[in-house]
């Protein structure tokens, strides 16, 4: 059974970072392609960076390049969002997905599985 679980968010302030984990178990880890998405209040889920199974490219969305970084230890089995510089318009509820099939997946519906998500709340 896979099982990603996220872990890092919470309350800051604006111009201040945060780092999310997602742990996953039940898959092999380095053979999967990890993303991280948001989805807003009242807003649909979006898109904000992935990483590649086995070469570790990363591809990011539109938003959030220059500001988080996003990295891998396969020895852990986990992965990480960087986030600095944040905005109030970061605020979301962050999810974490994990899929074998692609290398550079940027729809939800290319992911397999997800997490159940970690609340980021930016204040102004």
């Known amino acids: 059974q896979v099982q990603l679980v996220e872990s890092g968010g919470g309350l800051v302030q604006a111009g201040g970072s945060l780092r999310l984990s997602c742990a996953a178990s039940?898959?092999?880890?380095?053979?999967?392609?990890m993303g991280w998405f948001r989805q807003p209040p009242g807003k649909g889920r979006e898109f904000v960076v992935g990483?590649?199974?086995?070469?570790?490219?990363?591809f990011y969305g539109d938003r959030v390049t220059g500001r988080f970084t996003i990295s891998r230890d396969n020895a852990k089995n986990t992965v990480y969002l960087q986030m600095n510089s944040l905005k109030p318009e970061d605020t979301a509820v962050y999810y974490c997905?994990?899929?074998?099939?692609?290398?550079?997946?940027?729809?939800?519906?290319?992911?397999?599985?997800w997490g159940q998500g970690t609340q980021v709340t930016v204040s102004s």
């Open positions: 039940g898959l092999t880890f380095s053979m999967s392609t």
């Open positions: 997905a994990a899929d074998r099939r692609w290398t550079a997946a940027r729809m939800p519906t290319e992911y397999n599985y």
């Open positions: 990483i590649s199974r086995v070469s570790g490219s990363t």
